[in-house]
């Protein structure tokens, strides 16, 4: 078992209709081939750089995963496939900088938090 980051941009349309089918959707096609997340972001809808597929905009998900490197061919292959991905990268990751990578992605979130607080204060 290896960990993996995967990005995956889904199309705005179905996100829009069914956003939590949508998200249930992607997140099993890893699943049922043994994919275990550690974490699993949903980024909002933003703007593509260039049209995909006649998209202009699309549903952004983050996840970080433990899998078989086996099993990352099959999910490759069938988000391939898959009427609802427009794109997606799926890395492998070393275990110490993924950690690393988290504990500044929490540092960073908290410092936004604190920031937020501070500016909400400084209104009243």
Do not use: C
Request: no cysteine.
């Amino acid at each position: 078992m290896r960990q993996y980051e995967t990005t995956i941009l889904v199309r705005s349309a179905a996100a829009r209709a069914d956003y939590d089918g949508t998200v249930a959707a992607v997140r099993g096609m890893f699943e049922s081939e043994g994919a275990q997340f550690s974490e699993f972001d949903k980024w909002e809808e933003r703007k593509l750089a260039y049209p995909i597929a006649g998209e202009t905009t699309a549903l952004y998900l983050l996840g970080y995963l433990t899998a078989d490197p086996l099993a990352i061919d099959k999910i490759n292959r069938r988000l391939q496939l898959s009427e609802l991905v427009l794109r997606h990268l799926t890395i492998a990751r070393d275990g110490k900088a993924l950690e690393a990578m988290k504990e500044q992605r929490k540092k960073a979130a908290e410092a936004a938090a604190a920031a937020a607080l501070v500016a909400q204060t400084e209104m009243y």
